[in-house]
């Protein structure tokens, strides 16, 4: 990749000295020297000692954190390389204890609101009971550890308390939003035959009702695994569930009566859920996570990299299909309050989400990179139009922030707000790389490496670069690691994805480049990435100069390598209403991405779309559209069912047919 980024190394914030003082990563550390007789100088100290010393970091998160275990481990990790290092053998444990023993009287487990639900709060007490309830219910099922729960549900208290409720039996979770068609979460579910499917009759999005009963029959139909439906009405009050078969009410279950609520411990690599890949081609990988893994990451990243404290309010806009619904519900470990919505992050319109945090007082805010550069360009101003003094932190993931959206974020919400930009993924269920309470934001960079996270930048001779783009690796194990894909024998599928490049070595898919002082720059996905003439450039890059240009809405570009050796780099975009595509604005275009970073980045043709294909999650299909305009039959290439619009693709059908002429 090329160009220089403009204002590079700017400081837009530096921690007080009482910030710093207050965090949990400063309690950690002092911590680590009274009862270790370990001082580290500063927090690059403490991630060197963290990746050179595994063994010991990773014990010293179990002892601060006092995990309760039912039974001791033999030693922190075996030798065998990733990824076959087993963690904490020997050890028994229950992830849902855990998030009950941070329950306080004093404050609400959960605070929820939707576009047809006004704000409601949910007591700790209130949570166990119904989680102890739905637990017996489950039980009564046939649910004992191992069997899998599946949830077809938005991001609605129901969800938390059923996973709360399969997480203390011992049995595996895993959830797929309404917004996602049958034949996509049948692809995703029938991998792991559930024995109880979890779903809604229909939700609400963006004003508009969407009636999914028909889409539970299906599911239920396709999934033979699955004994019992238990419905919760919510966009319904009495719907018709006649054509589920065994049915469940969600108001049965939590009604149920003397059930008390106990915990199955369980090996510490035991499976806790299942998530998956975006399922853009092929069948999705079901990632599957151990309950002791993810337990010792998330209180390691909530309580030290996002600096969570007990009774804040921590809230990440997200569906239940998405890693980020999980890691939300990570904060109730560290006694924080977790604040659902459920509905358009842009209704009735961009300020819908500022106004909920003042209406919420949330501490954490938690949104993607898209949005906050969708708040960018409408223009936006929380920081004036609302009261968000309690506002802490914000963070962004879900794709590289560029950094005009830095500069938006200290302009237009506050100077005074920790911007902890992470990036990470659901292969781990967490972030690599994020927050750091004791260091300063710069423009256009996450503030370090997580500790434990052994990660550099590789060229492609396997060699660690400074303050140059490399592949994102990881050279030693971490607990949160994926204990296995599901039916993926001999681990050929999870080979495949993190291990060929680089034997024994993770390769995570992104171009990384870690600056001088330490701080990273995310560049894009490394198979994404646009190989112009031995020249390699991010596709960030380009979003990065096009969203400059008044008037488009939106871009995606590939690059097609062609048999003669030459390449051909066309620009798909889609305008604003009333604007129109014309040489004005291609130049203006052109203009941009030269000025901004090379001549090589100019692409070689600009073509109008209606519309950009997106997954769900809300990432854009390039490599799906690349493979489309390569001659691969388009259900070969993506999977429509896992898409926001896959109207979108015929677009690129047909232009596949010009460019064969």
Known sequence: MTGKRKNAGQLLWQPSPEFVKQSNLRQFMNWLEIEHHLRFENYDALWQW?????????????????????????????????????????????????????????????????????????????????????????IDAGVGKGDCVVAYLPNIPEATVAFLAACSLGAIWSSCSPDFGAKSVVDRFQQIEPKVLIAVDGYQYNGKPYDKTDTVAELKSELNSVETVLIVPYLNEHPDVSQFGNVIWWQDAIEKENAGLEFTAVPFEHPIWVLYSSGTTGIPKAITHSQGGVLLEHYKYLAFHNDVHAGERFFWYSTTGWMMWNFVQASLLVGATIVLYDGAPNYPDLNGLWQFAEETGIHHFGTSAPFIVACMKAG??????????????????????????????????????????????????TAWVGGCPSEPVYLGEIQRRCLGCSMF????????????????????????????????????????????????????????????????????????????????????????????????????IVNLEQANGDHYMPLFVAVNNGVELDDQLRQEIKKTLRSEYS??????????????????????????????????????????????????????????????K
């Not at 028994?92 to 639900?117: G, K």
Request: proline share 7%; charged share 25%.
């Open 380 to 429: 936006l101003n929380p920081g004036a139009q609302y009261n968000l003094s309690c506002l802490r932190s914000i963070g962004s993931t879900g794709a590289p922030l560029p950094p005009e959206g830095f500069d938006w974020i200290y302009k237009n919400i506050g100077e005074d707000i920790w911007l902890c930009s992470m990036s990470g993924g659901t292969d781990v269920c």
């Open 50 to 138: 963290s990746v050179d010393e595994t063994g010991p970091f990773w014990q010293a998160i179990w002892d601060y954190f006092g995990i309760i275990a039912h039974s001791p481990h033999l030693c922190v990790h075996t030798n065998d390389p990733m990824p076959d290092t087993a963690w904490f053998p020997g050890s028994t444990l229950n992830y849902a204890e855990h998030i009950f023993r941070s329950a306080a009287d004093e404050f609400p487990a959960i605070v929820f609101r939707s576009e047809r639900h006004s704000l409601v709060e949910i007591s700790w007490a209130s949570l166990r009971k119904q989680v102890a309830a739905v637990r017996q219910t489950l």
């Open 599 to 660: 001549p090589r980045h100019v692409p070689d043709e600009i073509i109008e779309v209606e519309d950009i294909p997106y997954t769900i999650s809300g990432k854009k299909l390039e490599a799906p559209v690349k493979k489309i305009l390569m001659g691969i039959d388009i259900d070969k290439a993506a999977n429509p069912d896992s898409m926001k619009n896959p109207e979108s693709l015929d677009f690129f059908v047909d232009f596949r047919e010009r460019l064969r």
């Open 457 to 556: 930048a590789y060229n492609d001779a396997g060699e660690a670069i400074v303050d140059e783009v490399g592949e994102m690796v990881v050279t030693k194990p971490m607990p949160s690691m994926p204990i296995y894909f599901w039916n993926d024998e001999g681990k050929k599928r999870y080979l495949a994805s993190y291990f060929e490049m680089f034997p024994q070595i993770w390769r995570h898919g992104d171009w990384l480049s870690i600056t001088p002082r330490h701080t990273l720059i995310i560049h894009g996905r490394s198979d994404a990435t646009l190989n112009r003439h031995g020249v390699r450039i991010g596709t960030a890059e380009i979003y990065r100069a096009v969203d400059k240009v008044k008037g488009v809405r939106d871009s995606l």
